[in-house]
């Protein structure tokens, strides 16, 4: 039996691949490549070019693989896009979703892991955010999210099928072994942005706000290393398999960086200044977003092996050095 990931050329798709792959899994892909590329999956990984919004192209692939289980990552993630056009994000996120779980029902998969994100909390808080937190989100980016959540809280009641969703605080970084990254040069994230801008990649970066109710003024994010992210997934899907109970989980180590602490990270890690401009706020932002992860550790008895900023920074400048060597585009 096969594991089908959605959006598996893409960032923490092309992550899972690798884990499920190192866990000795049978695994195919399906992208659109959208945003993803098809050198981040490896060769011996059968790949299914096409939309999970495409339901019959999805039930053959159920089909011809054996898939039992699903990991569904493919989606739109850029939240100030979300704001600029909500129509395409809740086509890409929430009725594409519906039409790749609809034929997994029809294709008689058990198992469904998705990815949710840290935004459908809203507005955030002081304090780390537990999974009963009011669900508000501000952004078309979350609410489309949370839509495809609570398709599936229905589904697992009507049809029996069971399922993680886990919501991903910030994620960052790249494989330790240096298989894969985030190869996307238009990728917005503060992390991978400031990896470039250190490269010399983009001649600044800049800072959206300096007047947020925080320490220092700029929006504090938990960031999460991809691998321990990947591998939290691993743990869900294990969990799923072992006949445990559908549930919702917060992905974050439960610590807050601040933006001008991230970029103080990748300066000190690269070993070189770059200028930061203070910019207006950036629609959709909250002010701060930190999970409590201590339902996806007790859960799945997730431990992480990469809780630290500056191992997450290293491991995306060493992926950032990668994507520079082979030229712009070509990671
Ligand atoms: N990166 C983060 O910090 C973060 C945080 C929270 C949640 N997430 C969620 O994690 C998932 C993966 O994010 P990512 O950072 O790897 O982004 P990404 O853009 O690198 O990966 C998304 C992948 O999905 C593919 N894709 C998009 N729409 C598709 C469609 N309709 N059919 C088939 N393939 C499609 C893209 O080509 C790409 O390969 C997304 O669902 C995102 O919402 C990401
Ligand atoms: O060039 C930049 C890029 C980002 N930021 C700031 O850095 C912080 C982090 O921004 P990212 O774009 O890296 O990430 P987001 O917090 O916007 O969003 C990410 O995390 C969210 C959950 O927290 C969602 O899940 C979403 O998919 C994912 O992109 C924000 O305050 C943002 O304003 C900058 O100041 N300059």
């Not at 999974?131 to 009507?158: Q, W």
């Amino acid at each position: 039996m096969a594991v089908l990931v959605t959006g598996g050329a893409g960032y923490i798709g092309s992550h899972m691949v690798l884990a499920l792959k190192d866990a000795g899994r049978s695994v195919v892909v399906i992208d659109d490549l959208s945003t993803g590329f098809r050198r981040a999956v490896p060769e011996t990984v059968p790949f299914v070019k096409g939309c999970v919004g495409d339901e019959r192209l999805v039930a053959k692939t159920i089909m011809e693989h054996g898939v039992d289980a699903i990991v569904h990552f493919a989606g739109s993630i850029v939240v100030p896009d979300s704001v600029r056009d909500p129509l395409d994000y809740y086509l890409n996120n929430t009725v594409r979703s519906r039409a790749l779980l609809a034929a997994a029902v029809a294709g008689g998969v058990k198992r469904v892991v998705f990815s949710s994100t840290a935004a459908v909390y809203g507005e955030g808080s002081d304090e780390p955010l537990t999974e009963d937190e009011p669900l508000d989100p501000i952004s078309p980016y979350g609410a489309s999210k949370l839509m495809t959540e609570r398709m599936l809280a229905d589904m697992s009641r009507a049809y029996g099928l069971s399922y993680a969703a886990l919501r991903y605080f910030n994620v960052a970084g790249a494989d330790p072994d240096g298989r894969a990254g985030q190869s996307s040069p238009r990728a917005t994230h503060l992390i991978k942005v400031a990896a470039q801008a250190a490269l010399g990649g983009r001649n600044h970066l800049e800072c959206y706000g300096d007047d947020y109710p925080t320490p220092d003024g700029t929006c504090v994010r938990d960031y999460i290393h991809v691998s321990d992210l990947a591998h939290a997934h691993l743990l869900a899907l294990d969990h799923l398999e072992a006949g445990g109970d559908s549930f919702v989980a917060n992905c974050g180590y439960g610590r807050g960086a601040s933006v001008l602490e991230v970029i103080d990270a990748v300066k000190r890690c690269a070993g070189v200044d770059f200028p930061v401009h203070v910019a207006p706020r950036r629609d959709g932002d909250p002010a701060s977003l930190v999970a409590d992860p201590t339902r996806i550790r007790e859960t799945v008895g997730w431990r992480p092996r990469h809780d630290d900023l500056d191992s997450i920074v290293g491991h995306a400048l060493a992926w950032e050095r990668q994507v520079a060597e082979r030229g712009a585009g070509q990671a």
